[in-house]
Antibody
Framework: QVQLVQSGAEVKKPGASVKVSCKAS????????MHWVRQAPGQGLEWLGV????????SYAQNFQDRITMTRDTSTSTVYMALSTLRSEDTAVYFC????????????WGQGTLVTVSS | EIVLTQSPGTLSLSPGERATLSCRAS???????LAWYQQKPGQAPRLLIY???SRATGIPDRFSGSGSGTDFTLTISRLEPEDFAVYYC?????????FGPGTKVDLK
């Protein structure tokens, strides 16, 4: 069955960077796009961007353009989301979620990774 | 950016009752690109409905979606105990993908 397994919780200081991984299994990794979505405590869902694991092309939400990077490793079927210059407002659960085409809904989600930014 | 607004913020109902959730968009959304998700505490969202009215795999038929243009609706015909959760609408036809703020369906 399809599984998206994310890396564990992180605690970072303001100004630092974080890199979260999402390992896919149960399907052909390069045929589905992978999105990242975050959810601040008690808040709604915010889309961060998407990566095409086949060619590695990315599209980021404008609010994060200058400090987010999404990459992939096809040999391990893993995508990564790196966020730099962290601030307290970046404290959230970060989810990866796949879609079967670029303009498709998110049919499978990772379990989420809590990133806490605190001095 | 397409802004989605959901109403009501909270819906207090009893098992067996009908739930009607609304999602309104700031500009027209193609019906091909409107989805609904369910999220329970401590869990990832789960896809319920896509393309406005198509149920995702394994979703029971008490969940149905409708609408067009800027107004969309999720209906739960008879609430089961496991349906008490937060529901989000999402448009995925343009970038950035956006979500509504959610409607919480809780126990009356």
């Amino acid at each position: 069955q399809v599984q998206l397994v994310q890396s564990g919780a992180e605690v970072k200081k303001p100004g630092a960077s974080v890199k979260v991984s999402c390992k896919a299994s149960g399907y052909t990794f390069t045929t589905y796009s992978m999105h990242w979505v975050r959810q601040a405590p008690g808040q709604g869902l915010e889309w961060l961007g998407v990566i095409n694991p086949s060619g590695g092309s990315t599209s980021y939400a404008q609010n994060f353009q200058d400090r987010i990077t999404m990459t992939r490793d096809t040999s391990t079927s893993t995508v990564y989301m790196a966020l730099s210059t962290l601030r307290s407002e970046d404290t959230a659960v970060y989810f990866c979620a796949r879609s079967w085409q670029l303009l498709s809904p998110f049919d499978n989600w990772g379990q989420g990774t809590l990133v806490t930014v605190s001095s | 950016e397409i802004v989605l607004t959901q109403s009501p913020g909270t819906l207090s109902l009893s098992p067996g009752e009908r739930a009607t959730l609304s999602c309104r968009a700031s500009q027209s959304v193609s019906s091909s690109y409107l989805a609904w998700y369910q999220q329970k505490p401590g869990q990832a969202p789960r896809l319920l409905i896509y393309s406005t009215s198509s149920r995702a795999t394994g979703i029971p038929d008490r969940f149905s979606g409708s609408g067009s243009g800027t107004d969309f609706t999720l209906t739960i015909s008879r609430l089961e105990p496991e349906d008490f959760a937060v529901y989000y609408c999402q448009q995925y036809g343009s970038s950035p993908r956006t979500f509504g703020p959610g409607t919480k369906v809780d126990l009356k």
